[in-house]
């Protein structure tokens, strides 16, 4: 499933400027004041208000007024999927690498666990069976070797592999996207 954005002809009109382009960049950052945002660009407190007003009726920013004396612009979410349309499926990517590393590790040490409990009561069976003493291999010892080498699934370890590079590979790609637009810093 791919996201998809779209953009209508307000949002095309609104991205036409590139001052709202580095509003949007920089709201990316953090929120800030209408003040913050007139003195980051150089310009007069009206002409931010206009490009605000702008970006809102886009639906790419919202003005957040929490009771206090200054109002904070923020983006929304059509604005994060603007700036980032792929985190999305990255996010999606790290959830279910984890949730299934943690699927198979969690079945990895229930079959460990009970593979332990299995071989320790044959190896008390074996200590007891008198042909034990003689050195002579007996059914005991060879069920015992058996339980060993199945004690240890394999492709447990595969996946496990497998899931831990794609979550590797998801964090990187999430960290050098933060790095390229300057929120890693």
């Not at 009726?57 to 206090?68: F, M, N, T």
């Not at 999927?81 to 999606?92: F, G, K, N, Y």
């Not at 394999?154 to 592999?161: D, K, N, Q, S």
């Not at 794609?166 to 810093?185: F, Q, V």
């Amino acid at each position: 499933m791919e996201d998809k954005i779209t953009l209508d002809r307000e949002t095309f009109r609104v991205l036409a400027s590139e001052t709202r382009i580095d509003v949007l960049k920089s709201l990316d950052m953090r929120r800030k004041t209408l003040t913050e945002l007139s003195n980051q660009f150089g310009m007069s407190a009206s002409t931010i208000k206009e490009h605000m007003d702008s970006l809102a009726k886009a639906g790419l920013v919202i003005q957040l007024d929490e009771g206090r004396k200054w109002k904070y612009y923020e983006l929304t979410i059509k604005g994060k999927r603007l700036l980032h349309p792929s985190d999305v499926r990255i996010w999606l990517l790290l959830s279910a690498s984890a949730i299934g590393m943690t699927a198979v590790g969690y079945d990895l040490l229930q079959k460990l666990s009970a593979a332990g409990v299995e071989m320790r009561t044959m190896a008390a069976k074996q200590i007891a069976l008198p042909e034990a003493a003689s050195g002579a291999p007996s059914a005991a010892s060879d069920q015992l070797a058996l339980t060993i080498s199945q004690a240890f699934p394999y492709w447990h370890i595969v996946i496990l592999a497998g899931l831990g590079i794609l979550l590797g590979i998801g964090i990187g790609h999430l960290a050098s996207s933060r790095k390229r637009t300057g929120l890693g810093s």
